[in-house]
């Protein structure tokens, strides 16, 4: 292999993303069931890990009302593998201790539960389990 080769294969090894449906599909547009149904995210507190491609980031921006995601840790899914949930989607408990102050309808970013967090996903997550 060539020098170039082996970088690009070093590129394309990225992590994984942990997506969660937050809130249900109910009166969502056609185009957001769509993208729902092929993320394989049925209901709310379900969980999947993605490849991090951008497809996968373009499908959950168009998401972003609905789901929250981010950089999911490599001991994320043993813990919930450990937790006793074998099959995908991983269905998830409410959060212990509550979403964040200003409720499941605001971003992340404005101190609400919904679209890109960062790491602060495994936190998220290891309360849900």
Avoid at 47 to 61: F, H, Q, W
């Amino acid at each position: 292999m060539t020098e170039e080769h082996k970088s690009k294969k070093a590129k394309e090894k990225k992590g994984k993303i942990c997506a969660i449906l937050l809130r249900g599909s109910v009166g969502a547009g056609p185009k957001i069931k769509e993208t729902l149904k092929t993320l394989n995210l049925n209901s709310v507190n379900n969980c999947v890990l993605l490849e991090d491609t951008p497809s996968t980031k373009g499908a959950l921006r168009v998401l972003q009302g609905y789901t929250t995601w981010g950089e999911a840790d490599a001991s994320l899914e043993k813990d919930i593998q450990a937790a006793g949930r074998e099959k995908v989607p991983y269905g998830l408990h409410p959060p212990r201790g509550g979403f964040e102050r200003k409720g499941k309808r605001n971003l992340f970013t404005s101190g609400g539960s919904l679209g890109y967090r960062g790491s602060a996903i495994n936190s998220l997550v290891r309360r849900m389990l």
